[in-house]
């Protein structure tokens, strides 16, 4: 069974971030989150969608060719 809820630390070790940064965008609102008693956690479904919506595309220069 794939594992689907991390916490702080294993989000933030995935991520390659400081545990800070998922705190603070979590008190900004700024990622999705799920809040079991008093522990906070995140749904990897729900993280893989959010990183793909915080993705963009570069744009072609088109005087570089």
Known sequence: ???????????????????GTIYNWKSQQRIPFVKLGGRTMFDLDRIDKWLAEQSFEPIKDKNAM
């Open 1 to 19: 069974m794939k594992k689907r809820l991390v916490g702080v630390q294993e989000l933030a070790e995935m991520l390659g971030i400081p545990k």
